[in-house]
Protein backbone atom coordinates (compact mmCIF):
# COMPACT_ATOMS: atom_id res chain seq x y z
CA UNK A 1 0.00 0.00 0.00
CA UNK A 2 1.42 3.24 -1.05
CA UNK A 3 1.86 6.16 2.09
CA UNK A 4 0.91 9.59 2.60
CA UNK A 5 3.12 12.02 3.26
CA UNK A 6 2.15 15.73 4.33
CA UNK A 7 4.82 18.35 3.79
CA UNK A 8 4.53 22.06 4.48
CA UNK A 9 6.47 24.29 2.62
CA UNK A 10 5.71 22.52 -0.75
CA UNK A 11 5.38 25.44 -2.98
CA UNK A 12 9.29 26.00 -3.05
CA UNK A 13 12.85 25.32 -1.90
CA UNK A 14 13.65 22.26 0.28
CA UNK A 15 9.59 21.23 0.58
CA UNK A 16 8.91 21.46 -3.63
CA UNK A 17 12.00 19.40 -4.35
CA UNK A 18 11.09 16.71 -1.14
CA UNK A 19 7.78 16.51 -2.88
CA UNK A 20 9.04 15.60 -6.20
CA UNK A 21 11.38 13.15 -4.77
CA UNK A 22 8.67 11.22 -3.26
CA UNK A 23 6.39 11.30 -5.75
CA UNK A 24 8.99 9.56 -7.71
CA UNK A 25 8.99 7.05 -4.91
CA UNK A 26 5.25 6.32 -5.42
CA UNK A 27 4.64 8.18 -1.79
CA UNK A 28 0.69 10.60 -2.11
CA UNK A 29 1.25 13.41 -1.34
CA UNK A 30 -0.51 16.60 0.85
CA UNK A 31 1.11 19.48 -0.01
CA UNK A 32 0.97 23.04 2.18
CA UNK A 33 1.61 26.36 1.51
CA UNK A 34 0.33 29.59 1.40
CA UNK A 35 0.91 30.25 -2.58
CA UNK A 36 -2.09 28.94 -4.05
CA UNK A 37 -0.91 28.97 -7.61
CA UNK A 38 2.31 27.51 -6.66
CA UNK A 39 0.51 24.16 -4.67
CA UNK A 40 -1.85 23.83 -7.89
CA UNK A 41 1.49 23.86 -10.50
CA UNK A 42 3.42 21.41 -8.29
CA UNK A 43 0.25 19.31 -7.97
CA UNK A 44 -0.77 19.50 -11.34
CA UNK A 45 3.32 18.48 -12.12
CA UNK A 46 3.35 15.35 -9.88
CA UNK A 47 -0.11 14.19 -9.76
CA UNK A 48 0.48 12.16 -13.04
CA UNK A 49 2.84 10.11 -10.26
CA UNK A 50 0.93 9.51 -6.97
CA UNK A 51 -2.22 11.23 -5.74
CA UNK A 52 -1.94 14.73 -4.68
CA UNK A 53 -3.98 17.01 -2.56
CA UNK A 54 -3.37 20.64 -1.41
CA UNK A 55 -4.07 22.30 1.54
CA UNK A 56 -3.50 26.40 1.68
CA UNK A 57 -2.93 27.64 5.39
CA UNK A 58 -0.57 30.02 7.49
CA UNK A 59 1.24 27.43 9.77
CA UNK A 60 0.71 31.14 12.07
CA UNK A 61 -2.54 30.22 11.82
CA UNK A 62 -3.66 28.15 14.50
CA UNK A 63 -7.12 28.22 13.81
CA UNK A 64 -6.72 27.30 10.20
CA UNK A 65 -3.76 24.99 10.69
CA UNK A 66 -6.20 22.57 12.46
CA UNK A 67 -9.41 23.48 10.81
CA UNK A 68 -7.06 22.55 7.30
CA UNK A 69 -6.01 19.30 8.33
CA UNK A 70 -9.10 18.53 10.48
CA UNK A 71 -11.14 18.82 6.79
CA UNK A 72 -9.03 15.85 4.85
CA UNK A 73 -11.28 13.16 3.97
CA UNK A 74 -10.62 10.30 6.02
CA UNK A 75 -8.33 8.28 3.40
CA UNK A 76 -6.09 11.47 3.66
CA UNK A 77 -6.12 11.40 7.04
CA UNK A 78 -3.99 8.32 7.07
CA UNK A 79 -0.57 10.46 7.12
CA UNK A 80 2.56 8.05 7.73
CA UNK A 81 4.94 11.22 7.10
CA UNK A 82 4.85 14.87 8.34
CA UNK A 83 7.71 16.83 7.04
CA UNK A 84 7.70 20.22 9.11
CA UNK A 85 9.67 22.08 6.83
CA UNK A 86 7.67 25.34 6.38
CA UNK A 87 9.89 28.40 7.66
CA UNK A 88 11.84 31.10 6.67
CA UNK A 89 14.75 33.84 8.02
CA UNK A 90 13.32 37.61 8.05
CA UNK A 91 15.34 40.30 8.54
CA UNK A 92 19.60 40.11 9.17
CA UNK A 93 20.65 42.31 11.89
CA UNK A 94 22.10 42.82 16.00
CA UNK A 95 19.19 42.35 18.36
CA UNK A 96 19.33 46.05 19.71
CA UNK A 97 17.98 47.00 15.92
CA UNK A 98 16.06 43.94 15.15
CA UNK A 99 12.47 44.50 13.72
CA UNK A 100 10.13 42.83 15.90
CA UNK A 101 7.84 41.98 13.81
CA UNK A 102 10.55 39.84 12.07
CA UNK A 103 10.93 38.16 15.21
CA UNK A 104 7.17 37.56 15.44
CA UNK A 105 7.44 35.95 12.20
CA UNK A 106 10.51 33.45 12.90
CA UNK A 107 9.06 32.68 16.31
CA UNK A 108 5.77 32.04 15.08
CA UNK A 109 6.63 30.04 11.70
CA UNK A 110 9.24 28.03 12.79
CA UNK A 111 8.75 27.07 15.96
CA UNK A 112 4.86 28.04 17.02
CA UNK A 113 3.61 26.86 13.48
CA UNK A 114 5.90 23.40 13.65
CA UNK A 115 3.84 22.71 16.91
CA UNK A 116 0.67 23.37 15.44
CA UNK A 117 1.12 21.58 12.40
CA UNK A 118 2.37 18.93 14.97
CA UNK A 119 -0.52 19.05 17.12
CA UNK A 120 -3.40 18.45 14.62
CA UNK A 121 -0.91 15.31 12.44
CA UNK A 122 0.43 13.89 15.60
CA UNK A 123 -3.00 12.16 17.58
CA UNK A 124 -3.84 10.74 13.42
CA UNK A 125 -0.46 8.98 13.95
CA UNK A 126 -1.21 7.74 17.67
CA UNK A 127 -4.43 6.63 16.54
CA UNK A 128 -2.70 3.70 13.93
CA UNK A 129 0.05 3.58 16.01
CA UNK A 130 2.76 4.43 13.37
CA UNK A 131 4.29 7.47 11.59
CA UNK A 132 7.59 9.27 10.66
CA UNK A 133 7.95 13.41 11.47
CA UNK A 134 10.66 15.12 10.39
CA UNK A 135 11.42 18.43 11.31
CA UNK A 136 13.61 21.20 9.05
CA UNK A 137 16.38 22.62 11.64
CA UNK A 138 19.24 24.15 10.17
CA UNK A 139 23.12 24.39 11.34
CA UNK A 140 21.74 27.71 12.67
CA UNK A 141 19.99 25.30 15.17
CA UNK A 142 23.11 24.08 15.97
CA UNK A 143 25.87 26.95 16.08
CA UNK A 144 24.18 30.83 16.91
CA UNK A 145 26.02 33.43 14.82
CA UNK A 146 25.83 37.14 15.09
CA UNK A 147 22.90 38.95 13.77
CA UNK A 148 20.81 35.81 13.03
CA UNK A 149 20.12 35.00 16.58
CA UNK A 150 16.30 34.83 16.59
CA UNK A 151 16.89 32.80 13.74
CA UNK A 152 19.06 30.11 15.52
CA UNK A 153 17.10 30.84 18.66
CA UNK A 154 13.96 29.10 16.55
CA UNK A 155 15.83 26.95 14.68
CA UNK A 156 17.40 25.13 18.13
CA UNK A 157 13.78 25.57 19.26
CA UNK A 158 13.10 22.50 15.96
CA UNK A 159 16.27 20.71 18.05
CA UNK A 160 14.96 20.73 20.96
CA UNK A 161 11.06 19.84 19.94
CA UNK A 162 12.61 17.00 17.77
CA UNK A 163 14.55 15.44 20.78
CA UNK A 164 11.19 15.94 22.95
CA UNK A 165 8.81 14.98 20.19
CA UNK A 166 11.34 11.43 19.84
CA UNK A 167 11.25 10.81 23.37
CA UNK A 168 7.37 11.07 23.74
CA UNK A 169 6.19 8.85 20.46
CA UNK A 170 9.17 6.33 19.98
CA UNK A 171 7.01 3.89 21.96
CA UNK A 172 4.13 5.00 20.12
CA UNK A 173 5.95 3.49 17.20
CA UNK A 174 6.57 6.95 15.76
CA UNK A 175 9.86 8.14 14.28
CA UNK A 176 11.53 11.43 14.62
CA UNK A 177 14.22 12.84 12.49
CA UNK A 178 15.68 16.14 12.56
CA UNK A 179 17.51 17.28 9.35
CA UNK A 180 19.73 20.23 9.83
CA UNK A 181 20.92 21.99 6.52
CA UNK A 182 23.68 24.70 5.94
CA UNK A 183 23.72 27.13 2.76
CA UNK A 184 21.19 26.08 0.68
CA UNK A 185 19.91 27.82 -2.71
CA UNK A 186 16.65 28.52 -2.21
CA UNK A 187 14.38 31.27 -2.40
CA UNK A 188 15.85 31.31 1.48
CA UNK A 189 17.39 34.38 1.33
CA UNK A 190 15.44 36.18 -0.79
CA UNK A 191 13.17 35.84 1.68
CA UNK A 192 15.39 37.15 4.68
CA UNK A 193 16.79 39.94 2.88
CA UNK A 194 12.76 40.95 1.83
CA UNK A 195 13.36 40.37 -2.30
CA UNK A 196 16.91 42.48 -2.22
CA UNK A 197 18.29 39.88 -5.22
CA UNK A 198 21.78 40.84 -5.06
CA UNK A 199 22.38 40.89 -1.42
CA UNK A 200 20.36 37.13 -1.49
CA UNK A 201 22.97 35.82 -4.62
CA UNK A 202 25.96 37.43 -2.82
CA UNK A 203 25.17 34.57 -0.12
CA UNK A 204 25.69 31.94 -3.00
CA UNK A 205 28.70 33.32 -4.36
CA UNK A 206 32.53 32.25 -4.36
CA UNK A 207 31.45 28.32 -3.77
CA UNK A 208 28.93 25.48 -4.32
CA UNK A 209 26.08 25.37 -2.33
CA UNK A 210 23.97 22.89 -1.54
CA UNK A 211 20.24 22.31 -3.58
CA UNK A 212 17.35 21.43 -2.41
CA UNK A 213 17.60 18.32 -4.11
CA UNK A 214 20.61 16.84 -1.53
CA UNK A 215 18.55 17.55 1.60
CA UNK A 216 15.28 15.65 -0.03
CA UNK A 217 17.19 13.08 -0.92
CA UNK A 218 18.62 12.97 2.70
CA UNK A 219 15.26 13.05 3.74
CA UNK A 220 13.52 10.27 1.35
CA UNK A 221 16.93 7.72 2.61
CA UNK A 222 15.31 8.93 6.60
CA UNK A 223 11.53 7.76 5.50
CA UNK A 224 12.95 4.53 3.87
CA UNK A 225 14.90 3.21 6.71
CA UNK A 226 14.11 -0.12 7.75
CA UNK A 227 12.01 -0.03 10.69
CA UNK A 228 14.66 -0.94 12.96
CA UNK A 229 16.78 1.86 12.28
CA UNK A 230 16.00 5.64 13.10
CA UNK A 231 17.75 8.47 11.36
CA UNK A 232 17.57 10.59 14.30
CA UNK A 233 19.70 13.66 13.52
CA UNK A 234 21.14 14.38 10.12
CA UNK A 235 23.81 17.52 9.36
CA UNK A 236 24.60 18.56 5.69
CA UNK A 237 26.46 20.93 5.02
CA UNK A 238 27.76 22.62 1.33
CA UNK A 239 31.24 20.82 0.54
CA UNK A 240 32.99 24.23 0.85
CA UNK A 241 31.39 24.67 4.20
CA UNK A 242 32.93 24.12 7.64
CA UNK A 243 30.58 25.41 9.95
CA UNK A 244 27.49 27.55 10.02
CA UNK A 245 29.50 31.29 8.70
CA UNK A 246 32.48 29.26 7.59
CA UNK A 247 32.35 28.85 3.98
CA UNK A 248 35.64 28.71 1.55
CA UNK A 249 34.58 30.70 -1.24
CA UNK A 250 36.75 31.07 -4.39
P1 LIG B 1 12.09 28.70 0.69
O1 LIG B 1 11.90 30.15 0.99
O2 LIG B 1 12.46 28.32 -0.70
O3 LIG B 1 10.80 27.87 1.13
C1 LIG B 1 10.12 28.15 2.33
C2 LIG B 1 8.79 27.42 2.29
O4 LIG B 1 8.13 27.60 3.55
C3 LIG B 1 7.87 27.94 1.21
O5 LIG B 1 7.24 26.85 0.58
C4 LIG B 1 6.87 28.79 1.97
O6 LIG B 1 5.60 28.67 1.33
C5 LIG B 1 6.81 28.07 3.32
N1 LIG B 1 6.44 28.97 4.42
C6 LIG B 1 7.18 29.97 4.95
N2 LIG B 1 6.49 30.60 5.91
C7 LIG B 1 5.28 30.00 5.98
C8 LIG B 1 4.12 30.21 6.76
N3 LIG B 1 4.08 31.17 7.69
N4 LIG B 1 3.05 29.41 6.56
C9 LIG B 1 3.09 28.44 5.64
N5 LIG B 1 4.15 28.18 4.86
C10 LIG B 1 5.24 28.96 5.02
O7 LIG B 1 13.23 28.20 1.71
P2 LIG B 1 13.84 26.76 1.99
O8 LIG B 1 13.28 25.72 1.13
O9 LIG B 1 15.30 26.93 2.04
O10 LIG B 1 13.35 26.55 3.50
C11 LIG B 1 12.66 25.40 3.96
C12 LIG B 1 13.10 25.13 5.39
O11 LIG B 1 14.49 24.84 5.42
C13 LIG B 1 12.88 26.30 6.34
O12 LIG B 1 12.39 25.82 7.56
C14 LIG B 1 14.29 26.88 6.52
O13 LIG B 1 14.44 27.54 7.74
C15 LIG B 1 15.11 25.60 6.44
N6 LIG B 1 16.51 25.76 6.12
C16 LIG B 1 16.92 26.40 4.98
C17 LIG B 1 18.26 26.52 4.70
C18 LIG B 1 18.78 27.27 3.50
O14 LIG B 1 19.99 27.63 3.49
N7 LIG B 1 17.97 27.49 2.46
C19 LIG B 1 19.28 25.93 5.58
C20 LIG B 1 18.73 25.31 6.75
C21 LIG B 1 17.41 25.20 7.00
P3 LIG B 1 4.58 29.88 1.06
O15 LIG B 1 5.40 31.14 0.95
O16 LIG B 1 3.86 29.49 -0.19
O17 LIG B 1 3.72 29.83 2.25
C1 LIG C 1 19.70 28.55 6.94
C2 LIG C 1 21.18 28.40 6.96
O1 LIG C 1 23.30 29.27 8.01
O2 LIG C 1 21.93 30.85 6.75
O3 LIG C 1 19.11 27.90 8.01
O4 LIG C 1 21.26 30.10 8.91
S1 LIG C 1 21.92 29.72 7.71
Known amino acids: MSRIALITGATSGIGKATAQLFADA ?11 ERLDEVSAELSGKVKVTTLVFDVRDKGAVLAMIGSL ?19 MGALDEGDTEDWDAMIDGNVKGLLYVSKA ?88 PLQAVDIADAILYAVNAPSRVTIADITILAGAQSAATTIHRK
Not at 74 to 91: P, Q, R, Y
Open 121 to 208: VIPLMLEKGAGHIVNISSIAGKQTYANGAVYCASKAAVEVLSEGMRLELTQHGIKVTNVAPGAVETEFSLVRFKGDEDRAEKVYQGFD
Open 26 to 36: GIDLILCGRRQ
Open 73 to 91: PDDWKNIDILVNNAGNAHG
